[in-house]
């Protein structure tokens, strides 16, 4: 008691609901980064109840909103190099070079794996991201699909294979991907704001209340897809990596992968796509953080 009436007369009733104010947000923040954020790392899948045998064929669908070369001569041969045995890679390319177009269905001939398919690109009518995916989505021939963007690299071949592993356990398979490591300040920053803002929805997957995923780094099956009418607003470029989660929470089982060999990280992007090509077709894996 006479160690209260000393803060009290030192600090005043100000101090000492200021000072409670502090702990009680310091115990919400420990809270969450103990009980919440902490059951990210030891998450395992194999406490789920398996809904299939093996791992299935697999579609990669990738949206392609422009005459990306540095995708195709970098970060394509990264998808295209995984070490699992039934997958195939769509490209949905969108624009109105019929040159870059032609050069992509060429492609198949060194790699069978490759779909591609088109959209003409119209300045009067946009196509959005939603567009491009359901044309996708459509064009794929397995049942089970994995989305990606073109400024992810898998960081590892054995990506598709750990997130293909996730449809044994669920319909809607979700993983991570952080932002290529670089010096500067900045990309420290979108770092830091990417694990973040990932670790909160991450959280929510491994409680079974999932709500969204990343554009980069997901997946989900056609059933789920044309069970739930597909995406709705399709002239809306937002919204597609939480269709699947928010609409089908309560019907499908969630798996998220956090192996470190499952993670991508999406290139950072300053003006205009960019990754210093040479201009030869390569296959080179490295790790970030």
């Known amino acids: 008691m006479q160690f209260f009436d000393t803060l009290l007369t030192c600090y005043g009733w100000e101090g000492i609901a200021l000072a409670g104010a502090v702990l009680a947000m310091f115990g919400v923040q420990l809270y969450y980064y103990i009980f919440v954020y902490g059951r990210i790392p030891g998450y395992k899948n194999n406490r789920r109840s398996a809904v299939l045998d093996a791992e299935p064929p697999v579609s990669v669908v990738v949206p392609l909103f422009s005459e990306d070369y540095s995708f195709v001569e970098e970060r394509l041969p990264l998808m295209l190099a995984q070490s699992y045995p039934d997958f195939e890679v769509v490209i949905v390319y969108v624009g109105h070079d019929s040159d870059f177009y032609e050069d992509l269905v060429r492609l198949k001939q060194s790699f069978p794996q490759i779909v591609t398919t088109k959209i003409h690109l119209d300045p009067r009518f946009p196509i959005s991201r939603k567009m491009a995916l359901n044309v996708g989505i459509k064009s794929a021939h397995h049942e089970h699909m994995i989305f990606t963007s073109t400024d992810a690299c898998p960081q590892t071949d054995r990506w598709l294979s750990l997130m293909a592993k996730g449809f044994t356990r ?65 002239n809306m470029n937002i919204g597609e990596d939480a269709f699947e989660c928010g609409r089908c929470q309560q019907k499908c089982d969630f798996c998220y992968i956090g192996s470190c060999s499952a993670i991508g990280r999406s290139v950072q992007n300053i003006g205009q796509q960019e990754c210093g090509s040479d201009g030869d077709i390569r296959i080179q894996y490295g790790s970030g953080q």
């Open 170 to 234: 669920g319909e809607i398979v979700v993983g991570y991907c952080g932002v290529e490591r670089k010096k500067g300040f900045s990309n420290y920053m979108m770092r830091a704001w990417r694990m973040m803002h990932s670790a909160d929805w991450l959280a929510r997957a491994v409680r079974r209340r999932a709500y969204r995923g990343t554009l980069h780094n997901f997946g989900f099956t056609k059933r789920i897809y044309f069970g739930a009418n597909g995406f709705s607003h399709l």
